[in-house]
């Protein structure tokens, strides 16, 4: 299924995490006339906190030249919210440690206020996306690691009530749907409990 590109960004909350400069100021600028709300940090004299900032912003622009950035946002951990790496200088060591704080986009020293919706829209919709697809990852594997349940179920049910494994595979699927369960969630219900006191009497229909 194609995930819902986000193309209307007006009401979101911003954090610009940035030293006073030029740079800043456009950013601030446009992003008012984009519609979002923008608060200032300057990493140089107020503490920055990461947890707050994630829990008090939807987006984050914060300047990848400053180390103190950089320290503060803790190296090697991805935000829980779309992030925008504000970059100037292309050194090996300074890409390496923006790489290290996983942005979902970056704008380019000295910014201008055509590339600042760009890097809005492609934070936010490439941090959803990369996140929803984190999350069928994780659903998928938790699948996977219950298929063993479904298995364990069958054999029971075939023991219990003289069924084939087809007939076995259609009564934890018909009892699944009845509850609003997965398939696996139900079977490892089932096994944790009495297969008589939870399989209905029409079983074998």
């Known amino acids: 299924m194609t995930a819902r590109v986000i193309k209307n960004f007006r009401g979101m909350r911003v954090t610009v995490l940035h030293a006073p400069d030029r740079n800043r100021q456009v950013i601030l600028e446009t992003l008012s006339k984009l519609g979002l709300a923008a608060t200032v940090i300057d990493p140089q004299v107020e503490p920055v906190n990461a947890d707050s900032i994630a829990q008090s912003a939807d987006i984050l622009f914060f300047d990848a030249d400053a180390p103190d950035c950089s320290f503060a946002l803790g190296s090697g951990s991805e935000m829980p919210i779309p992030t925008v790496a504000v970059l100037g200088l292309e050194t090996p060591s300074r890409l390496e440690r923006t790489l290290h704080l996983q942005p979902s986009a970056l704008l380019h020293k000295p910014v201008r206020a055509t590339g600042i919706y760009t890097a809005v829209f492609f934070a936010a ?45 259609k009564i934890l699927r018909r009892e699944s749907m009845q509850r609003r369960l997965t398939v696996e969630e139900f079977a490892t219900r089932l096994l944790a409990a009495d297969p008589r006191a939870l399989i209905s009497k029409t079983r074998r229909a």
């Open 125 to 169: 919709n490439q941090h959803f996306r990369h996140h929803a697809l984190r999350t069928r990852l994780a659903e998928l594997e938790a699948r996977h690691g219950s298929r063993r349940f479904v298995i364990k179920a069958i054999v029971e049910l075939i023991e219990q009530y003289g069924v084939d494994d087809e007939q076995a595979y």
